[in-house]
Nanobody
Framework: QVQLVESGGGLVQPGGSLRLSCLASGFVFNLNTMAWHRQAPGKERELVARVTGGGSTKYADSVSGRFTISRDAAKMTLDLQMNDLKPEDTAVYYC?????WGKGTLVTVSS
């Protein structure tokens, strides 16, 4: 059974940084595309970043240059390094692979 557990969310001031981590289990880690999505209050869930099994990455325009997605097969983790955070980055962030989703971790960017 696939399990995805996110951690690392919290309250940060504008311009600050956070690193989210997703611990994965139950599947062949490196053969699958993994992604981070987010859902802000009153908005639809949106793709933030994804990384393929071959290591190719794609970012939403709104986070390109500020966020970095990475995966560690040995640790079975998918990370999202978020720099220069803005209030509009406030959302619940979800780890995703195929039909499977974590429960999310809340990121709040506020002064």
């Amino acid at each position: 059974q696939v399990q995805l557990v996110e951690s690392g969310g919290g309250l940060v001031q504008p311009g600050g940084s956070l690193r989210l981590s997703c611990l994965a289990s139950g599947f062949v880690f490196n053969l699958n595309t993994m992604a981070w999505h987010r859902q802000a209050p009153g908005k639809e869930r949106e793709l933030v970043a994804r990384v393929t099994g071959g290591g190719s990455t794609k970012y939403a325009d709104s986070v390109s240059g500020r966020f970095t997605i990475s995966r560690d097969a040995a640790k079975m983790t998918l990370d999202l390094q978020m720099n220069d955070l803005k209030p509009e980055d406030t959302a619940v962030y979800y780890c995703n692979i195929g039909p499977f989703w974590g429960k999310g971790t809340l990121v709040t960017v506020s002064s």
